[in-house]
Each structure stands twice: as C-alpha cells, then as structure tokens.
C-alpha cells in the first residue's frame, strides 16, 4: 500500500497570514506546497494538499486523519522585526522522540539549501499549548516556519531557492513514511529548479560565473550548459537564449 503524505499550505482567502508589504504568507505556503506535490508525484507516494488555490478549507486535521495520512506537514513562514531570520520548525509539545527526529530531517533539508540559521525543532507554540495541526493530527507531524516573511533577505533567499526547496523536502518526508526517493535528472538551464527556464535561471548563472553568487551542486549541474564542469558566461546566454526559445 502507497505510503501518503498530507501537506497543508497555511491560511488562504480571507486569511493571509503574515504580510510584508504586497507579499502574502498564503501565497507562499501554496507555490511552494505544489511544487513539493509535483515533486511527490514522481515517487510511489500519495500527496493529498489541503487547498489547491487559494481558498481557506475548514477541518484540515480531520481531512488527514480520514484519509490514513502516514505523515502532516504544515507549511508557513514566520514574521517578526526585520532583522529576524532562519527556519524553524514545530511539533506537539507531547512529542516522542521519533516525531522530532522527522521534524529534524526536514528542518536540517531546507538549511541546507538557503544557509539561513537553523532555529531548530521547538515543541508546541509560541503563545499557547500546541498548534492546532499537531494536537489534532492522529499522525506524525509538524508545521515548518519556512524564513521570515518580514525579512528581505529571507524573501530573496525563498524566491531562489524555491525549487530546491520542494526537492529537499519531497525527498525528507519520502525517507520519513519509508520511500526510496527517485532522483530526476537536472533540466539543464533550470537553475532555480522551478521546472521553468527563465531569465532568472541565465542571471543567477551570470551572478555564477561571476563569483557573485554560490551555486549548490543541483544548480552547478542545471547551469553547466556545455558540460564543461565551469559555470560561465557563455553557460548564461545559452540559458537566456533557452528562456527565449532561440534554442
């Protein structure tokens, strides 16, 4: 039997969590929440979202619990003071050793794509007992403070690093319900790892080979247009080209 994996992106419609300035926690949660079901999907898994747009269901937990999820995760980025930053991520205040030990997997994935602090694993909530998700949830889970909304940096680094994101942590919750992860090839030109060639892919490849920009082996393999092992300039303008359907 499939193993099955439930992602919540957090809040949605009316609700939109935290805000700096245009930008919107809601919508965040969900771009990244698909990418991890488009990256699932490719692995003997089952991934059921709690929305799919953007839209504020009632009974999340209930709906995982229902369905026989094998594991709960809630994905959400913090706000506080500017100079905030760092992913965090937290479970039930009950917690066993086993449940923490997943949220860490998942945690030490994401930091080790965007270098950002790792605030570490904390249990229950800020303010009160338990989140809502992690008391309700029949199954092992967690809700992930992915960055600070109220960052610049934070956004920055988020935006980049987005699909390498869902890749990480795709591949974290397929060890954690017991799938072997299936590697997909690089997209060459797909620097980013959004599955889009973009102008953004050949600038973050010019920034590269600039020495202006530190690139992770995913990247490095996306980027290297003419498989020559070095990130250039020329590597940059055939993705550009690429992006522009000159290639």
């Known amino acids: 039997m499939a193993k099955k994996i439930y992602i919540d992106p957090g809040h949605g419609r009316n609700d939109s969590g935290a805000v700096k300035g245009t930008r919107l926690e809601k919508d965040d949660n969900l771009r990244l929440s698909l990418l991890i079901a488009e990256e699932l999907k490719e692995q003997d898994a ?40 760092g992913n965090e991520i ?5 917690a066993s050793q086993n449940t923490i030990l997943k949220a860490k997997a998942i945690l030490d994935a994401v930091c080790s794509v965007d270098g950002l602090p790792n605030r570490g694993v904390k249990k229950g909530a800020p303010n009160y007992t338990d989140f809502g998700v992690n008391r309700d949830s029949v199954m092992a889970s967690a809700l992930l403070e992915l960055g600070f909304i109220s960052n610049e940096k934070d956004n ?86 690429k992006s522009a359907g000159l290639e």
Not at 58 to 75: I, K, S, V
Not at 221 to 226: G, I
């Open 46 to 85: 089952e991934v059921l979202l709690s929305r799919y747009n953007d839209t504020n269901p009632g009974g999340r937990t209930a709906q995982a619990n229902a369905w026989g999820a094998d594991y709960y995760l809630a994905m959400h980025r913090n706000s506080a003071g500017s100079g905030a930053t």
């Open 156 to 241: 920055a680094v988020f935006d980049k690093s987005i699909g390498e994101y869902a890749k990480v942590i795709a591949k974290a919750l397929c060890e954690i319900v017991g799938v072997v992860f299936k590697e997909k090839p690089a997209l060459a030109g797909d620097v980013d790892g959004d599955g889009k060639i973009t102008a953004a892919d050949a600038r973050t490849a010019l920034r590269a080979s600039a020495g202006l920009e530190a690139l992770s082996e995913e990247q490095k393999k996306a980027a290297d247009m003419n498989g020559d092992n070095v990130i250039t300039a020329a590597d940059a303008r055939d993705i550009l080209r």
């Open 90 to 94: 937290w479970v039930v205040s009950n």
